[in-house]
């Protein structure tokens, strides 16, 4: 790998490059690369040669970075690198947004890769391929965050925030969008660490205004870098949640929502459940109406049918005085347990088994016949096969009975899942299997009385 970092480093002639294409820093030879390179080397007069050439090595590191063999992927590299000079000048501009992509993906894994390498190549390829200057200092600058390296990475989004070069296009404006607002996320982290500083003071401490005029200042830079961006339409999660945190912290709880509102319900907007997650978080610290919070969980509900969060919404169609929420209510439940993720969740059978017995008191057979009618053909098998009910006593006795009283009141007294239940000996759950079995046979769907 020190070859490969030294030949990125390093100018290189052509008698270097005919040598580094078919013998690598690790003595690798290629004899089937020989007669391909030999070619390009006396002038390029066998243009398909050189195309099959970098073609073959592109496959070749691309399966390599695949199977991540990384040195071999590096070994692949000195022959690719020739595709600078390829005669099909489409080809041509496109090779340094390849190699970069290949290139830093092989340092940023390879064992023997290190900072120095990372950032030669990195900027090497800003020079190389200057209509990618802006992309690749922007992933060169992720690469300087994942190693911590906040003032490198900062300085590097600074530089290439003022880099000029060519007309403005449509694309260009988003990337530069893009890098003023990763900016701005640094300048939040430097704005929570003064924030948490700022807890910590007492409001009579000498350092108190200072620090809090700190605070204000880095709030500012980081809302004047972040708000461009985040109305644009895409994905600005990590964007959106930092903005809105300042706001709140300075009182703006309407600009909060107005913020939170349009990125959750603009059209414009691709579909993005954590838009739907961030507002209702928000609005429930605010303790809106019931209805306010209803409405944003049954978009999420659509997206999403098995969040966390549908728990949260069946208990707020629950208490709902609307029959239609209540209603409503029973299809989340069943619709979270549609999902294998969710089917030990024992939180979700205990709703269940209360909330259809409660149902079934009230008279509201068809409700419960309505969801169960599109399920009765694949649940059995899916959640009350005998060997579930065997497996689920082994690992957790208390959702066993859960999933035993909704088998029961959905299948009968027949049911196998149910049967086993009822028969296993346990002494702190002998009375609570005692009445799920009264409870079973006196509003049991199957039952004939009902």
Same mark, same amino acid.
């Given at each position: 790998?020190?070859?490969? *970092?030294?030949?990125?480093?390093?100018?290189?002639?052509?008698?270097?490059?005919?040598?580094?294409?078919?013998?690598?820093?690790?003595?690798?030879?290629?004899?089937?690369?020989?007669?391909?390179?030999?070619?390009?080397?006396?002038?390029?007069?066998?243009?398909?040669?050189?195309?099959?050439?970098?073609?073959?090595?592109?496959?070749?590191?691309?399966?390599?970075?695949?199977?991540?063999?990384?040195?071999?992927? =590096?070994?692949?590299? #000195?022959?690719?690198?020739?595709?600078?000079?390829?005669?099909?000048?489409?080809?041509?501009?496109?090779?340094?947004?390849?190699?970069?992509?290949?290139?830093?993906?092989?340092?940023?894994?390879?064992?023997?890769?290190?900072?120095?390498?990372?950032?030669?190549?990195?900027?090497?390829?800003?020079?190389?391929?200057?209509?990618? #200057?802006?992309?690749?200092?922007?992933?060169?600058?992720? !690469?300087?965050?994942?190693?911590?390296?906040? &003032?490198?990475?900062? +300085?590097?989004?600074?530089?290439?925030?003022?880099?000029?070069?060519?007309?403005?296009?449509?694309?260009?404006?988003?990337?530069?969008?893009?890098?003023?607002?990763?900016?701005?996320?640094?300048?939040?982290?430097?704005?929570?660490?003064?924030?948490?500083?700022?807890?910590?003071?007492?409001?009579?401490?000498?350092?108190?205004?200072?620090?809090? /005029?700190?605070?204000?200042?880095?709030?500012?830079?980081?809302? =004047?870098?972040?708000?461009?961006?985040?109305?644009?339409?895409?994905?600005?999660?990590?964007?959106?949640?930092?903005?809105?945190?300042?706001?709140?912290?300075?009182?703006?709880?309407?600009?909060?929502?107005?913020?939170?509102?349009?990125? =959750?319900?603009?059209?414009?907007?691709?579909?993005?459940?954590?838009?739907?997650?961030?507002? !209702?978080?928000?609005?429930?610290? /605010? &303790?809106?109406? +019931?209805?306010?919070?209803?409405?944003?969980?049954?978009?999420?509900? /659509?997206?999403?049918? *098995?969040? &966390?969060?549908?728990?949260?919404?069946?208990?707020?169609?629950?208490?709902?005085?609307?029959?239609?929420?209540?209603?409503?209510?029973?299809?989340?439940?069943?619709?979270?347990?549609?999902?294998?993720?969710?089917?030990?969740?024992?939180?979700?059978?205990?709703?269940?088994?209360? #909330?259809?017995?409660?149902?079934?008191?009230?008279?509201?057979?068809?409700?419960?016949?309505?969801?169960?009618?599109?399920?009765?053909?694949?649940?059995?098998?899916?959640?009350?096969?005998?060997?579930?009910?065997?497996?689920?006593?082994?690992?957790?006795?208390?959702?066993?009975?859960?999933?035993?009283?909704?088998?029961?009141?959905?299948?009968?007294?027949?049911? +196998?899942?149910? +049967?086993?239940?009822?028969?296993?000996?346990?002494?702190?759950?002998? &009375?609570?299997?005692?009445?799920?079995?009264?409870?079973?046979?006196?509003?049991?769907?199957?039952?004939?009385?009902?």
């Amino acid at each position: 790998m020190s070859d490969f *970092s030294e030949e990125l480093k390093g100018p290189v002639t052509d008698d270097e490059e005919v040598e580094t294409s078919v013998l690598s820093g690790a003595g690798m030879h290629f004899p089937w690369l020989q007669t391909y390179v030999e070619t390009v080397a006396i002038g390029g007069k066998r243009r398909k040669d050189f195309a099959q050439t970098t073609s073959a090595c592109l496959s070749f590191i691309q399966e390599a970075l695949l199977k991540h063999q990384w040195q071999q992927a =590096a070994e692949y590299m #000195y022959s690719y690198f020739q595709t600078l000079e390829d005669s099909d000048s489409y080809k041509r501009q496109a090779a340094p947004e390849i190699i970069w992509k290949l290139g830093s993906k092989i340092l940023f894994y390879h064992p023997k890769s290190n900072m120095e390498s990372f950032n030669t190549f990195a900027n090497r390829m800003k020079n190389i391929g200057v209509m990618n #200057y802006l992309k690749i200092s922007l992933q060169h600058a992720l !690469y300087l965050l994942h190693h911590g390296m906040l &003032k490198d990475a900062k +300085r590097n989004l600074s530089e290439a925030e003022t880099w000029r070069h060519g007309e403005n296009t449509s694309s260009r404006e988003i990337l530069i969008n893009l890098i003023q607002a990763y900016k701005g996320l640094l300048q939040y982290y430097t704005w929570s660490e003064k924030k948490m500083e700022l807890s910590k003071l007492d409001k009579d401490d000498y350092a108190y205004n200072a620090v809090a /005029q700190d605070v204000f200042n880095h709030s500012w830079k980081t809302s =004047a870098n972040i708000s461009a961006l985040i109305k644009i339409p895409g994905v600005w999660d990590p964007f959106v949640k930092s903005y809105v945190e300042m706001l709140e912290f300075y009182g703006d709880r309407d600009g909060a929502q107005e913020v939170l509102t349009n990125y =959750a319900y603009d059209e414009k907007f691709p579909s993005n459940p954590n838009a739907h997650i961030y507002l !209702y978080n928000f609005l429930k610290r /605010q &303790k809106p109406p +019931r209805s306010k919070l209803i409405s944003v969980l049954k978009i999420l509900y /659509q997206i999403v049918p *098995s969040h &966390k969060l549908m728990l949260e919404f069946h208990t707020l169609l629950r208490k709902s005085e609307k029959e239609e929420h209540r209603k409503l209510g029973l299809e989340v439940l069943f619709g979270v347990l549609d999902f294998a993720g969710c089917t030990k969740n024992i939180t979700a059978w205990k709703y269940l088994a209360k #909330y259809l017995k409660n149902i079934l008191m009230g008279n509201h057979l068809a409700w419960v016949q309505e969801e169960w009618n599109s399920r009765k053909n694949w649940w059995p098998g899916f959640h009350f096969s005998y060997f579930w009910a065997k497996s689920d006593w082994k690992e957790d006795t208390a959702l066993a009975c859960e999933k035993a009283f909704v088998a029961g009141l959905l299948l009968g007294k027949g049911c +196998r899942y149910f +049967r086993y239940i009822l028969k296993q000996d346990h002494q702190i759950l002998g &009375k609570k299997i005692k009445r799920m079995k009264r409870s079973v046979k006196k509003y049991s769907i199957v039952n004939p009385r009902l």
